[in-house]
């Protein structure tokens, strides 16, 4: 598999040396973070692609090849502007090495500047809402879905 140009695969190493920087973000259940293994099993035992950005990670997972995955990316300093053109190339190397027809993105509904990143600078539409997707502080927080097909990036 033919990465994009500067792109390499994210390493278990990686993993480590992000940890704190990861488990900051709302994406991430609250159950979840308390294991590790639970985010090593997933990055690398399962069918995921973890890419390292330098600046954040992204990744693929729940992949059917010839169909679909869900994407997801976490940005250590948090800047998207000037970014889209990067992540819209990642997304267009993963629709044409996995031929996928649909790739979806879950964010929490809280994220309004990443929900603005995604429809408006990646061509991401909206799909649906997931009540009580997230649990934070024993309480859920609902989540949006949105999705992007091949014609679309």
């Given amino acids: 598999m033919l990465l994009p140009k500067g792109k390499r695969f994210f390493s278990p190493q990686d993993f480590f040396r992000s ?5 900051k973000f709302g994406e991430f259940k609250e159950d979840d973070l308390l294991d590790r293994k639970f985010w090593l099993n997933k990055f690398f035992n399962s069918p995921s692609i973890p890419l390292w950005l330098g600046y954040g990670i992204c990744w693929f997972d729940n992949i059917i090849p010839s169909r679909s995955a869900q994407f997801s990316f976490v940005l ?9 053109e990067e992540i819209h190339d990642i997304l267009k190397w993963v629709f044409d090495e996995m031929a996928l027809r649909r790739v979806t993105m879950i964010v929490p509904h809280a994220y309004q500047a990443k929900i603005r990143f995604i429809t408006k600078k990646l061509g991401f ?29």
């Fill in 76 to 84: 250590f300093d948090r800047k998207l502007s000037g970014r889209e």
């Fill in 125 to 153: 539409r909206r799909e649906g809402i997931l009540r009580d997707y997230y649990i934070k502080e024993d309480r859920g927080e609902k989540a949006e879905l949105f999705g992007l097909l091949r014609e679309e990036v």
């Fill in 19 to 23: 940890w704190d920087e990861v488990s």
